[in-house]
């Protein structure tokens, strides 16, 4: 059986849903992945740009949880004509 890993579109696909949702099983669903394999991919990347990644979607989704109407960090600022 060929056991699934955590490739670098997984990883996006990842803290995508992350940063869309807020929840970690939600994310790793999505990838395809479990929960916990998430958590352990995490610690083996402690401190890499997935890592700061993972802590920044949470972030920006709490803060989009408590306005709403923020926009969110990801997106660019509208033109000023």
Do not use: Y
Request: without cysteine; positive net charge.
């Amino acid at each position: 059986m060929d056991r699934a890993h955590w490739t670098p579109a997984r990883q996006r696909l990842f803290l995508s849903v992350l940063l869309d949702s807020g929840h970690v099983s939600i994310a790793a669903r999505a990838a395809g992945m479990s929960r916990s394999s998430a958590h352990r991919l995490r610690r083996k990347l402690a401190g890499t740009p997935f890592d700061q990644a993972w802590d920044r979607a949470l972030a920006v989704h709490a803060h989009l949880m408590a306005d709403p109407f923020a926009q969110p960090a990801r997106a660019a600022p509208p033109q000023q004509p």
